[in-house]
């Protein structure tokens, strides 16, 4: 069954018509060509497809599109301002915080839902908050 869905993505209100039962990842990528929202396991466990949606991190590959009807979804497009990074992909680009980059935009994502509900976290807290990003 197709339904209509609006939601604000970086900022700017979408509205797609879509299979239901479609997830978030295949919208993003496909139908709005943010590709920076990567494909990796396809259960959520590897974290290369957090979005984030209301200022949290989800799986955007085993979380169906339907979840974002009406929210505010901000992919690694949305997160700078402008020409200026946003100051967590500034670090990950000042210290070298990445290989290929296929995961990047997942960590990045997720480590700003993790600063933005805990502003200081210890190196315990941020290990466990990240931990389920995994580089290859």
């Avoid at 700017?12 to 920076?36: C, N, Q």
């Avoid at 997942?106 to 210890?122: D, S, V």
Wanted: with cysteine; proline share 3%.
């Amino acid at each position: 069954m197709t339904k209509t869905i609006s939601f604000t993505l970086n900022g700017a209100v979408r509205k797609v018509t879509i299979d239901d039962e479609r997830m978030l990842l295949w919208v993003l990528r496909d139908d709005l060509e943010m590709s920076g929202t990567k494909y990796g396991c396809g259960k959520a466990l590897c974290g290369s497809c957090t979005v984030l949606v209301n200022d949290q991190a989800v799986g955007a590959c085993s979380t169906k599109a339907t979840f974002a009807d009406g929210k505010k979804v901000i992919t690694i497009e949305g997160l700078a301002t402008g020409d200026h990074l946003h100051p967590i992909q500034a670090a990950f680009v000042k210290h070298a915080g990445f290989q290929c980059g296929f995961c990047t935009p997942g960590m990045i994502l997720g480590a700003h839902a993790l600063l933005a509900k805990n502003p200081r976290p210890t190196r315990e807290q941020i290990m466990e908050g990240m931990d389920r990003h995994l580089c290859r």
